[in-house]
């Protein structure tokens, strides 16, 4: 388990999001949903608090993997996400234009986000054993 550090802070959270194209139409075609995923894997390169480590298209929608750091609301992560893989998308794929208004995004409002962090077994045996082992240290076995 590999732990992010930044000024005051050590974490590890990490989150699976879920984008799903406008009206759920099936326009990520072969080829697209892998141009998807390199571009956010550039837009971590250029915001170095973010990191990608998983990235995977459906037909209608894009799964991944990513680190947020716990200064950064993740609808802003959100936001920075969904707006540069939209219009890199465009650029790309012109047809898109025609299967959407350009003052319409190409993802849906919405979005799915779910935490992925530390087995909570593990989690509360480690609460738990607080004071008990030698030293007074638990420890998380991870």
């Not at 550090?5 to 050590?10: A, D, E, I, L």
């Not at 995977?56 to 993997?65: E, M, N, T, V």
């Not at 054993?129 to 030698?134: I, N, R």
Request: aromatic share 12%; glycine share 6%; net charge positive.
């Amino acid at each position: 388990m590999e732990f992010r550090k930044q000024s005051q802070v050590t974490y590890y959270v990490r989150y699976h999001i879920v984008f799903v194209t406008k009206h759920r139409r099936k326009a990520l075609h072969e080829g697209m949903g892998e141009f998807c995923a390199g571009i956010l894997r550039r837009i971590c390169r250029n915001y170095p608090d973010l990191e990608l480590y998983e990235a995977k298209c459906d037909d209608d929608h894009i799964h991944f993997l990513i680190s947020i750091p716990p200064k950064w609301k993740i609808s802003h992560a959100v936001n920075i996400l969904k707006s540069n893989t939209s219009k890199a998308m465009r650029r790309k794929f012109p047809f898109l234009d025609q299967l959407y208004d350009r003052h319409v995004g190409f993802w849906s409002d919405g979005y799915f986000v779910s935490t992925v962090g530390i087995d909570e077994k593990q989690l509360r045996r480690y609460i738990q054993l607080q004071g008990q082992e030698d030293g007074g240290q638990a420890k998380l076995e991870l």
